[in-house]
């Protein structure tokens, strides 16, 4: 039988309308009628009156071992050490008697104070079949609420206990979520029907979220990557973070006739993605009409130029089948190529820079690649330049004696009439600039014998306005400029050859590999040079090491290569 508890209502209709009593201790019974009396005694202490009202707390109940008797106790508030107590006798009631073999009956102890502020309190014990009494049960819950123990002790001999201990069944009311409280409870039933049902409820923790491993992806032109992850429990939650990649690793190197290979990374601010990284293809490298001023401003890039050979002979075999353009150049798949007939210095010892001998006499084709210059002087938007490599080879003058021009004897090395200034402005700025010619200036190129070796000079010209032209004999030496100020070997002078220049005759010095001047050319400045040789006419040039000297104006083999300079404007706004 499934207990339930006794109500003070139930216990007040018992006295007012009679009910069996029986007295536990001496375990007889008697039938009592409406006009018995239930004797009772109460011992009533208070305190004495304060002079204040006062204000009390709430009462406390202490029972007897024996439950005879119930003692209630308040407290003022405000003055502590100030209280009311009062011990009432307990009346004994049967509620019900056992019936059958397997209904327990039901007895309650009362006690009743006097004072109205102490509430009737009730104590149920339960009355066995053999009219043993038991104290009510009571529950205890393992700490993981899996299991309950229930227990009820004899009320005359607590060495007589009914334990029982089961397992609970757990069942999740409300399951939690990812933020929010869940509810379970645990529910124990026993066998023994003198022990109700326990119930215990708990709530559940947050699960807190189940993320899903990051996905990555890349957009189209992979500069973008966006992480993405979300909550497996179907709360709607994600994390997303969408980032630059940067090109942080060239694989490959790319040219003007294959795509390089790099690497891009995308790294983000949340801990949770990781580094990722994607190969991408390098766009082939293409021709820029505008010049390309360096970041830290010490060369620039403009204009195209025959300068590396090449080998791939599906690319040859097409060149061979098409007609140069009006440039002379030929173009294909929007590559510039060019070749020439091998005539190099030495016939017999001159290479390429991978080592393969130049073989006189044979066609060669080669790439067209933008020029790179080195900045000698930088103003507001006006730039000196000089070009970074040899990139001809070109005779100083085409003439070995004087000549009269307007009535002036005009020697071989007057540059005004020289074959090199000639080439420079009109050969190699039309091929250099095809693509644009805007950016050059109109220079006054100062040919006065304070710019050569010698002053006076019987061989300096008027000044020239020129768009390209060689450097001075004294420009080579402007600390200004980089260069030192002495004519001895320095390596601020050299300047290597490109394959083109080595095929086209430039003489050049055949170092060790290891050796800096690998490749480094002869090269010509546009300074004649002062002699006292009759009819030996020179110009001065730089040597591979660097060192300042002077050459015959009229090689027919092995000649000082060419190195242009020239003038620039450009608008840095």
Not at 192 to 210: L, V, W
Not at 346 to 373: H, T
Not at 418 to 442: P, V, W
Not at 538 to 567: F, L
Request: glycine share 6%; with cysteine; aromatic share 14%.
């Amino acid at each position: 039988m499934k207990k339930a508890f006794l109500s003070l209502a139930f216990v007040t209709s018992l006295l007012l309308f009679g009910c069996n009593s029986q007295n536990p201790s001496s375990g007889s019974q008697q039938e009592h009628n409406d006009s018995q009396t239930i004797s009772s005694a109460s011992s009533i202490s208070s305190s004495i009156e304060s002079q204040h009202e006062h204000s009390w707390g709430e009462p406390s109940y202490v029972w007897a071992d024996d439950y005879s008797s119930c003692t209630a106790e308040r407290a003022c508030v405000t003055d502590p050490d100030h209280k009311e107590s009062e011990t009432a006798t307990a009346e004994y009631h049967i509620v019900s008697n056992p019936t059958g073999e397997d209904d327990e009956g039901v007895g309650a102890y009362v006690a009743d104070f006097e004072n109205p502020a102490f509430e009737t309190q009730i104590h149920d014990v339960i009355i066995g079949l053999g009219g043993t009494i038991w104290n009510m049960p009571t529950y205890t819950w393992s700490e993981d609420h899996l299991t309950c123990t229930a227990e009820r002790v004899d009320f005359d001999n607590p060495r007589i206990k009914e334990t029982e201990t089961v397992d609970a069944v757990v069942n999740v009311i409300t399951p939690a979520k990812c933020l929010t409280d869940g509810l379970e409870e645990f529910v124990a039933d026993f066998e023994n029907e003198a022990f109700t049902t326990q119930i215990y409820r708990n709530a559940i923790d947050p699960t807190g979220h189940n993320m899903s491993d990051p996905t990555y992806k890349f957009s189209y032109y992979k500069v973008l990557c966006t992480a993405h992850r979300e909550c497996l429990n179907g709360c709607g939650y994600e994390e997303k973070e969408t980032v630059q990649t940067s090109l942080e690793e060239i694989l490959k190197e790319p040219t003007f006739e294959e795509e390089g290979m790099g690497r891009r990374w995308a790294r983000f601010k949340n801990p949770a993605f990781k580094a990722k990284w994607i190969d991408v293809s390098i766009e082939r490298k293409r021709y820029s009409a505008e010049p390309v001023v360096s970041q830290d401003g010490r060369t620039i890039t403009y204009g195209i130029y025959p300068q590396s050979r090449i080998t791939d002979e599906a690319i040859i075999a097409e060149l061979e089948n098409i007609y140069p353009e009006i440039n002379g150049y030929y173009k294909y798949n929007d590559v510039y190529y060019i070749n020439l007939e091998a005539q190099p210095y030495m016939r017999f010892d001159s290479q390429f820079d991978n080592g393969d001998d130049i073989q006189y006499g044979a066609k060669y084709w080669f790439r067209c690649e933008p020029l790179v210059w080195d900045v000698l002087f930088a103003g507001s938007n006006e730039y000196l330049v000089v070009s970074r490599l040899v990139l001809d080879c070109a005779k100083w003058s085409a003439y070995g004696k004087r000549r009269e021009i307007d009535g002036q004897t005009i020697y071989p090395n007057n540059y005004e009439y020289s074959y090199a200034r000639a080439f420079l402005n009109g050969y190699f700025y039309d091929k250099a600039f095809t693509l644009n010619k805007d950016y050059i200036a109109t220079t006054e190129v100062d040919n006065r014998a304070s710019t050569t070796n010698a002053d006076p000079s019987m061989y300096a010209c008027q000044n020239t306005y020129d768009k390209l032209f060689l450097l001075s004999y004294k420009d080579y030496q402007n600390v200004d400029y980089g260069f030192p100020n002495h004519t001895k070997a320095a390596a601020e002078r050299y300047s290597k050859t490109s394959e083109y220049a080595r095929v086209a005759g430039v003489t050049y010095y055949d170092a060790d590999p290891e050796n800096d001047e690998k490749f480094t050319g002869f090269y010509w400045t546009r300074s004649p040079h002062y002699s006292v040789l009759d009819n030996t006419f020179y110009a001065a040039v730089v040597y591979p090491d660097g060192e300042m000297s002077h050459s015959k104006v009229t090689h027919e083999e092995g000649q000082p290569g060419i190195r242009p300079a020239m003038r620039l404007l450009i608008n840095n706004q």
